[in-house]
């Protein structure tokens, strides 16, 4: 069943729910450009922020790199919108790089993205 998140997401940023979203730069079935494209036409408060927000780096302990990351937080409300294009991944992350995904969502729940 097909869904519109342009309507649903706002809302749960601005209830203060975090959203990470990611994508392989090798992924030709969901290319990691129109995630990019579509979050950063997402209505909501934090738009303006996000789309001026640096992407940077994004590396395990030992230094190698797992992709970059653009993130933003709304200061009043916490919710927090997140990319991560992972490098030279295809379609399954978790499969292809899995300490690299393990990353990620331990990062993710911690509040460390």
Request: with cysteine; hydrophobic share 45%.
């Amino acid at each position: 069943m097909a869904c519109n998140f342009h309507q649903i997401l706002p809302d749960l940023l601005h209830e203060g729910l975090r959203i990470l979203v990611f994508a392989g730069d090798r992924d030709l079935a969901c290319n990691w450009m129109g995630s990019l494209a579509w979050m950063k036409e997402l209505r909501w408060r934090g738009m303006i922020g996000f789309r001026k927000a640096t992407p940077f780096e994004y590396e395990l302990p030992n230094g190698d790199p797992i992709g970059n990351l653009k993130t933003y937080t709304l200061p009043d409300a916490g919710g927090q919108l997140a990319f991560i294009r992972v490098y030279g991944i295809g379609h399954s992350v978790a499969m292809e790089a899995p300490q690299g995904a393990l990353k990620m969502v331990d990062d993710f729940l911690y509040h460390n993205l």
